[in-house]
């Protein structure tokens, strides 16, 4: 064989590949089509059953189609007439194999007259280890044990693994009129260990051996052998030309430099170097697993073209961002956080206004209050019951929610395929998150515990200032009483040009008035410090909510995807 040498087991490399395209199937599974899914399990499941089976053998089959000589081959190559050829086609209903017992095992019978034995001869329990287990699992009931080496091959003194341990298959026609021959063939095609591929001059072109059987094992080279049968049918001339254009086709089907040889199974042209060859790949022992190798890595190249290209981790976040902003107007956020602002500056106005005027500003009903918000509000031990008094998520408030998950999940799932895509709208659904949001605004504190120091301050400035108006008027109004009275005036003092009390009671108001201005300037600019917090904190709670139903189920569906592509490519490498 032309292949690269391998090591003769399995391996911790070809186990771990084997173990990366199962979690790579694990990862996918309702995500991407069975059609990728179902080839990538049973190739898991094959490698593995291979993998258990012995090693010391190397299991070997002739394909091809009707008339194609594998029979006759079959036999040359074994040295005795084990399959009958024959006119009448098909020829080949049921596989039939020769093997050479490996040095280690008992399958070879004892005095053999002809150097052929059929397994099912030998004593009862023998059947279970060897090449017996081995051609249980391949389903070949036809079976014959040679007692000598492959004929032609000669055995170095000292070296008992030569032409040991191969398990010659005759199989049936792939192009044969009975259904159940072809399905036979095309079981142990994905079975087998080397695929000798046996053609005739006249249908070695034939379309449908190289699009339906040739180009699916690209990946094969390594465990192919291509035979042109029948060459002496054929000039000199006309073999070397059939060789050159089937070893072109073969490349065409992407095997590249495969073996392309010329046989004779009438005239034993070409046939002692087939053998070699056979008996080579049996010495090594490394076509079983070069064969479960090319599998795996073929399934594992096709789940990983199936996964797309890798989302983009800042295009997530972006896209998370849209969302929040979207779930934030669906979700009334803009009008709490306005009716924040004005009920701030009420509360402001109420506590710094000038005391004979600010109940009228207390007698307004407060803007969080009528929303169901404020402090105090809900029940802080069942969050869930707790609702707001804000519009319900009504048709226009879904269909935005619910545009808006879409193109998150989509955009987030961008270059992945569209079942995953499909998948992840699944997982995270809009439905129910118009009751989530509500919850989460009502949960959001939104008013501070306390008053800021400066409301008390001026509050207190406030009500002192009333006490001086107070002061002023009553001195007055004891003046005008004393005036009235005809009583001795009393001597009042002066400030700044005017009776003491007049400015008491003047100054005191228009003091008073002023510091409700200030109050309210400084008020309103709270208020909108206010809002901003509470437009953070709602943001926040927005958030939580959108990654507790959208983010988090789109996040699990993507680390799927990354577990699935980095398992594949694992499993590829």
């Known amino acids: 064989m032309t292949a690269r040498r391998r090591s003769t087991g399995s391996g911790p490399d070809l186990a771990a590949r084997i173990e990366a395209l199962d979690d790579a199937v694990v990862a996918a599974r309702g995500r991407l089509p069975d059609a990728v899914l179902e080839p990538a399990t049973a190739i898991v499941a094959r490698a593995r059953a291979r993998m258990a089976l012995s090693g010391e053998y190397t299991v070997v089959a002739l394909a091809g189609s009707t008339g194609s000589g594998k029979s006759s081959l079959f036999n040359a190559l074994a040295g005795a007439d084990l399959a009958v050829p024959g006119v009448r086609r098909p020829t080949t209903g049921q596989p039939m194999a020769a093997v050479w017992p490996a040095p280690t095992t008992t399958d070879s019978p004892a005095g053999a007259a002809l150097g052929v034995e059929p397994f099912r001869r030998l004593a009862t329990g023998s059947r279970s280890g060897g090449a017996h287990a081995l051609l249980d699992w391949l389903e070949v009931d036809q079976r014959h044990v040679m007692e000598r080496p492959a004929a032609g091959a000669e055995q170095p003194p000292g070296d008992d693994a030569v032409a040991t341990g191969l398990v010659l298959l005759d199989l049936p026609d792939h192009d044969s009129v009975e259904t159940a021959h072809r399905v036979r063939a095309e079981r142990l095609y994905e079975r087998v260990d080397l695929l000798v591929w046996v053609v005739d001059p006249q249908k070695y072109a034939d379309a449908a051996l190289h699009v339906r059987y040739l180009r699916p094992l690209a990946a094969h080279a390594d465990v192919i052998v291509l035979v042109l049968n029948h060459a002496d049918r054929l000039t000199a001339d006309e073999r070397d030309r059939c060789l050159a254009d089937l070893a072109r086709l073969a490349a065409q089907d992407g095997l590249g430099a495969v073996p392309v040889l010329a046989t004779s199974a009438r005239t034993d042209e070409g046939v002692a170097e087939l053998r070699e060859r056979l008996v080579e790949a049996a010495r090594r022992r490394a076509a079983a697993t070069d064969r479960v190798r090319a599998d795996v890595r073929q399934a594992?190249?096709?789940?990983?073209?199936?996964?797309?290209?890798?989302?983009?981790?800042?295009?997530?976040?972006?896209?998370?961002a849209r969302l929040v902003d979207e779930l934030q107007l669906a979700a009334g956020i803009p009008v709490v956080v306005?009716?924040?602002?004005?009920?701030?500056?009420?509360?402001?106005?109420?506590?710094?206004?000038?005391?004979?005027?600010?109940w009228l500003a207390s007698m307004r009903a407060d803007p969080l209050r009528r929303l169901g918000l404020g402090v105090g509000r809900g029940t802080p031990d069942r969050p869930d019951l707790s609702r707001t008094s804000l519009p319900p998520f009504g048709p226009v408030a879904r269909s935005r929610a619910s545009s808006a998950v879409r193109a998150y999940c989509d955009t987030a799932m961008s270059g992945a395929p569209d079942t995953w895509v499909l998948s992840a709208r699944a997982r995270a659904t809009a439905v129910g998150l118009g009751d989530a949001l509500d919850q989460a605004v009502a949960g959001t504190r939104l008013v501070a515990a306390r008053p800021p120091a400066w409301w008390r301050a001026l509050g207190w400035l406030q009500w002192a200032l009333l006490g001086v108006v107070v002061v002023g008027l009553v001195w007055l109004g004891l003046l005008a009483g004393a005036t009235y009275a005809r009583l001795p005036e009393p001597t009042t003092p002066t400030w700044w040009g005017l009776p003491a009390p007049t400015v008491l009671a003047i100054g005191g108001v228009l003091t008073g008035v002023l510091v409700a201005l200030a109050g309210r300037l400084l008020g309103a600019v709270g208020a909108r410090r206010a809002a901003s917090r509470a437009r953070r904190h709602l943001r926040l709670a927005v958030e939580v909510v959108v990654g507790a139903r959208v983010v988090d189920p789109v996040s699990a569906e993507l680390l799927a995807l990354a577990q699935c592509r980095d398992a594949a490519r694992r499993a590829a490498a």
Request: charged residues 25%.
């Open 300 to 320: 594992a190249w096709s789940v990983l073209a199936a996964c797309g290209a890798a989302p983009a981790p800042v295009v997530e976040r972006d896209a998370r």
């Open 338 to 358: 306005e009716a924040v602002r004005r009920s701030a500056a009420r509360r402001a106005h109420v506590a710094t206004g000038w005391p004979p005027t600010r």
